[in-house]
């Protein structure tokens, strides 16, 4: 039986449900595993403390989903003293010696946000409109996070590129709730100004419509409502994006349960495992006025989702 500690960074969204219940069916005692499982609540100490308590029941190999990049030298070196393999999971650590962890698997963020940049490039020379009639709303992910880090420069690179107005940028920390009070300022201080609405994540997108709605405007592609873009691709997030609610949903893949079971069967054979390994990830739109999205020289396909493409995904 591998014990296997995971420090998971709460239960802010739709996307962290999905990447725990595959985690957690993943590493099953009937697959052979003893999972010891903790949520952070999104607060960083807590998880500084889960990973010390897995290092004091010497589990074979310690998983971490870090809230935020910062602040894990010190308990990575433990684990290291400890003998303890650390596996990144999802967002990525900022640290000084890379040889404080094992590998990460996760996803790439700054892709992203840059094929997003290039949709909404896309949708508006094919609508005819002028970037100087683009004013965006960012709604950030928790600040600090890969996922945020990399979705806010994607946007900020395209907002310097074809000179969109970025009127205004607050987190919403991935969840509905401050998604939707955070779009209920926004629209207090700029309303008729937004056109945009880049939502860093699918819970965020669920706040911010009704928070639209509720102001009294329309979201959706056509003239004079508010394109609501999101990540994730979540059931949800796609539901939405089937409506036109989300009128672009970049998809984000949490079913990391698998891919990290096959580095720590590696592991266990002795074999060496990459230091960093992308996820693949696709692109939704509401209607197919986007077709492809070039981003660092490569194509990505954007599909128009449809109920049976939805019917048929894992999450
Ligand atoms: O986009 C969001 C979750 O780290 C990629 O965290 C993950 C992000 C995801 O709360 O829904």
């Known amino acids: 039986m591998i014990t296997v500690g995971f420090s998971q960074v709460g239960a802010e969204s739709d996307w962290r449900t999905a990447n725990s219940e595959s985690m957690k069916s993943t590493f099953s005692e009937k697959n052979g595993y003893k999972l010891i499982f903790d949520d952070a609540q999104q607060k960083q100490e807590n998880q500084l403390t889960a990973i010390r308590n897995f290092i004091q029941q010497e589990v074979d190999y310690i998983l971490l989903a870090p809230v935020t990049e910062t602040g ?5 070196q433990e684990a290291k003293d400890a003998g303890i393999p650390v596996i990144i999971v999802d967002r990525m650590v900022d640290v000084s010696d890379d040889s404080l962890y094992t590998t990460w698997i996760g996803t790439d963020a700054l892709c992203e946000g840059r094929k997003a940049a290039e ?4 949708f508006a020379e094919a609508k005819g409109i002028a970037a ?3 004013h965006i709303a960012d709604i950030q992910g928790t600040i600090g996070s890969t ?3 990399g979705r806010t420069k994607g946007l900020e690179e395209g907002v310097d590129k074809y000179g969109w107005d970025l009127v205004a940028q ?3 920390e991935f969840t509905q709730a401050k998604g939707q009070e955070v ?3 926004i629209l207090k201080q700029s309303g008729d100004d937004i056109d945009v609405v880049y939502c860093e994540n699918d819970n965020e997108a669920f706040g911010a419509i009704d928070a639209i709605k509720a102001a009294g405007y329309e979201v959706g592609g056509e003239e004079g409502q508010i394109l609501v873009m999101s990540f994730d691709t979540t059931n949800a997030g796609l539901t939405d994006t089937l409506s036109g609610k989300i009128i672009c949903d970049t ?3 949490p079913l990391h349960g698998p891919r990290v079971e096959e580095i720590i069967k590696k592991l266990e054979d002795g074999k060496d495992v990459e230091k960093k ?3 693949e990830e696709e692109m939704f739109a509401y209607d197919d006025t986007v077709k492809s999205v070039k981003v660092d020289d490569k194509d990505y396909d954007v599909t128009k989702i449809t109920q049976e493409i939805l019917d048929k995904r894992a999450y």
């Open 72 to 76: 894990w030298d010190t308990v990575l």
């Open 119 to 122: 949709w909404l490039n896309g």
């Open 132 to 134: 100087s009639d683009i």
């Open 147 to 149: 996922a945020q880090i």
């Open 170 to 172: 607050q987190t919403g």
């Open 183 to 185: 779009m209920e300022s």
């Open 251 to 253: 998809e984000c893949n």
């Open 277 to 279: 390994a992308y996820v």
